[in-house]
């Protein structure tokens, strides 16, 4: 084990002790990591896609971070002028691109590419945010070693627990990202100005007020752009233009092409696609109509013309319904058959009674993923085998489903045809009137004699995929597989991460003594708690994607799910700290015996359900591993002698654990149950003897900081004696 690091003292301010900058360190570590996501997957179409590309170069800068705190001798002026770089970058040389050669997975984004090339704004991307997201990191690690363990992380947590809360508190304001780099600029500010330079305060404020004002000049320029408006999910641009005598509002997402608001007669005029779904379905009069995807208001201005007595109009992104309401020429949201519902189209069929006439999904394909699920998109659970059987159930007698999009692939159009058919029992009417790029209107009547078709569908072949199921419901992927370009993503990641631990985690030399001590010899004696980190953000993927399924894949619920996870490590660390917890041995059986829980109650069974009764039973499920694994931690982490490397080693398996993510693409959400179990099983393994079978006092105690390292007011009587109060928990990533 190496020797107890040491760090230099954290910036002196008479305004601000240990656990004020602890927290505000903490907050903007997780705030500046969730607007990172955000912005940058809005200006560069590729992160619509890999949004935990920038979540996996957040880690590895936190973790390098935590690695750099105890040999670092100059403030981390470095994170606020990569983030002005950055931004000026991207607002320089934003990027729209196509799906690229890989003709495995679909992404449905624009068919051009403008901008740097993908191996250029990448890579650029990923080290941006983990130098970014190092220097609060490292700072929050310099708390450290000023505060009892336990304390630190405590206050670490309540930071991060408002870091995330007060982006989504910003989200549902809807306020622009000119607003997110203002809070950033101020805590950066506030944390790093002053700190003494070798040039006097005068410097530290040059480099931290320079970048920042050209960051928040940047984003305010942004923000004042015209007709853009900053949705949860995206950032909306409309722009208003007649055509031929025919108003029209052209709507983009993150820089791309995504809806037209037009008036329903030149819809169905010109393209008549848009009637198909009523022509093919031939029962009853049309009463009511679930349109999921509602969008801008043209599918629900289509059904009000066609005779809908009343339309339950389903749209995730209030953005996108504000802009229909404001803008549409039809003013379909305003009439009184309409009824609006801002939620998540699985979640409602989950929790409504009512039936219908014709339930439509009408062009419901996302340009985002559920941020923290890098493979599970916004409309992922709404195409699977599952979700038509529950679509069926809506259905009056006489009724229909109906779905059309631009599938631009053949064996998706298939793909859906044969969901179809395996949940109601017969072909549905197969239309395909989009050329390349593949429009398709699928329509099945509840029974045979409720659809009239016109050309048969030929029927799927030997090659046509498999229905998308709830447990593997990656609609655009073809076959289990991993895709090229994601390998050579995570492979490249890898690379880079090795290198950069390398080049960055060195222990310091103390004086008089060896050299400095090698990064993966320092972490050598921590392997567990790598493997710990890694096990952890696969149980946190998991916790997302089925409360996503459960609940709906809206921003709130994974905003909900992310702050609970944050709840549980700190609920293991106060019952840690506060009563006598069983031998690690137990608490690893404890944690086992969860993930065997959670594998064999099928989530099939929770949807059926009563909802508060789902909320509980999954609470429980969810997070009862999550909370073994951090007294498993918070146990552990007692023990070691190189906190900040021992932490380190834990956010840096965090990281490979979000690479192991995709093993979902393989193995389904459920296998990484197993996956995770497998990590947990190295970790057990590799654990020191004699920490498993020691059992701890109530409250376990931990290292206190040593005498010199006391220097703040505001921890005047923090010794050794005050400073026996717990261990700390797992990583909050």
């Given amino acids: ?273 848009y009637a198909l779904p009523y022509e093919r379905a031939v029962g009853q009069s049309l009463g009511d109509v679930l349109i999921i995807g509602a969008g801008s208001g043209t599918d629900v201005a289509i059904a009000l013309a066609n005779g809908a007595e009343h339309v339950d109009a389903v749209e995730i992104d209030p953005g996108l319904l504000q802009v229909g309401r404001e803008k549409h020429p039809d003013r379909p949201y305003d009439d009184p058959r309409v009824t609006v519902h801002v939620d998540d189209g699985r979640a409602f069929l989950s929790r409504t009674d009512r039936t219908y006439d014709r339930i439509l999904f009408a062009l419901p394909d996302s340009l985002t993923l559920v941020q923290g699920a890098s493979s599970l998109r916004l409309e992922s659970y709404l195409f699977t085998e599952e979700a038509f059987a529950s679509a069926r159930e809506h259905l009056n007698p006489g009724g229909a489903l109906a779905m059309y999009n631009y599938y631009r692939e053949g064996w998706l159009i298939d793909r859906l045809a044969l969901t179809a058919e395996t949940v109601f029992g017969h072909q549905p009417c197969v239309d395909v009137v989009g050329g390349e790029l593949g429009q398709a209107v699928i329509t099945t009547g509840l029974t045979p004699a409720d659809q009239s078709c016109g050309p048969q569908w030929a029927g799927a072949t030997e090659d046509t995929p498999a229905p998308a199921t709830d447990a593997r419901p990656f609609l655009y992927l073809f076959g289990a597989t991993i895709p090229s370009l994601y390998l050579v993503t995570i492979g490249l990641i890898l690379a880079f991460s090795v290198a950069a631990v390398a080049l960055v985690g060195r222990g310091r030399r103390e004086p008089g003594g060896e050299r400095p001590v090698g990064t993966y010899r320092r972490m050598r004696p921590y392997a567990d708690l790598f493997l710990l980190g890694a096990g952890f953000l696969l149980l946190q993927t998991k916790s997302i994607a089925g409360f996503a399924l459960l609940f709906g894949t809206t921003w709130v619920v994974n905003s909900i799910v992310s702050a609970g996870v944050l709840i549980a490590v700190l609920a293991a660390v106060e019952i840690t700290r506060r009563f006598r917890t069983p031998p690690l041995k137990i608490m690893y059986a404890v944690l086992f015996g969860g993930l065997a829980l959670s594998w064999l109650i099928p989530e099939s069974w929770l949807l059926a359900l009563p909802v508060p009764v789902r909320l509980v039973v999954a609470v429980v499920i969810a997070f009862l591993p999550i909370f073994a694994a951090n007294v498993v931690f918070a146990k552990r982490f007692t023990d070691t002698t190189d906190p900040t490397g021992a932490f380190g080693a834990n956010l840096l398996g965090a990281m490979v654990g979000g690479c192991l993510e995709y093993t979902a693409l393989l193995v389904g959400f459920p296998g990484l149950l197993l996956v995770a179990a497998a990590l947990y099983v190295g970790a057990f393994l590799l654990a020191p003897k004699g920490s498993l079978s020691g059992d701890s006092p109530a409250p376990v105690e931990e290292q206190a900081p040593v005498a010199h390292e006391r220097d703040d007011p505001e921890d005047a009587g923090v010794g050794a004696a005050a400073g026996h109060d717990g261990g700390q928990s797992e990583s909050k990533a």
């Fill in 1 to 273: 084990m190496s020797a107890p690091a040491t760090s230099p003292a954290p910036p002196k301010n008479p305004l601000l002790g240990v656990r004020t900058r602890l927290v505000l360190a903490s907050a903007l570590m997780l705030f500046v990591e969730l607007a990172l996501i955000r912005w940058t997957g809005s200006n560069v179409v590729h992160l619509s896609y890999f949004s935990n590309f920038v979540l996996l170069g957040s880690f590895l800068g936190i973790g390098l971070g935590f690695l750099r705190a105890d040999r670092a001798r100059v403030r981390p002026f470095y994170s606020p002028i990569t983030l002005g770089v950055l931004v000026l970058f991207i607002m320089t040389f934003p990027v729209t691109v196509d799906r690229g050669q890989d003709d495995s997975v679909i992404y449905f984004t624009s068919l051009f590419t403008t901008g740097p090339p993908t191996w250029v704004v990448l890579p650029i991307v990923f080290a941006a945010a983990a130098v970014i997201t190092a220097g609060p990191a490292e700072l929050v690690g310099q708390c450290f070693t000023k505060l009892p363990r336990l304390t630190a992380y405590r206050f670490d947590l309540i930071g991060s627990l408002i870091g995330i809360v007060a982006f989504t508190g910003l989200s549902f304001l809807g306020a622009p990202p000119m607003w997110w780099g203002l809070i950033v600029a101020v805590l950066f500010g506030v944390l790093l100005v002053p700190a003494p330079t070798r040039s006097g305060v005068a410097l530290g404020v040059v480099l931290v007020a320079v970048p920042s004002v050209l960051m928040v000049a940047e984003l305010r320029t942004e923000s004042m752009t015209p007709g853009a408006t900053w949705s949860p999910y995206y950032k909306i641009q409309a722009g208003e233009r007649v055509v031929n005598g025919v108003p029209i509002v052209d709507i983009a997402a993150n820089g791309v092409p995504h809806q037209q608001a037009i008036p329903a007669a030149a819809r169905v005029q010109f393209e008549p696609q």
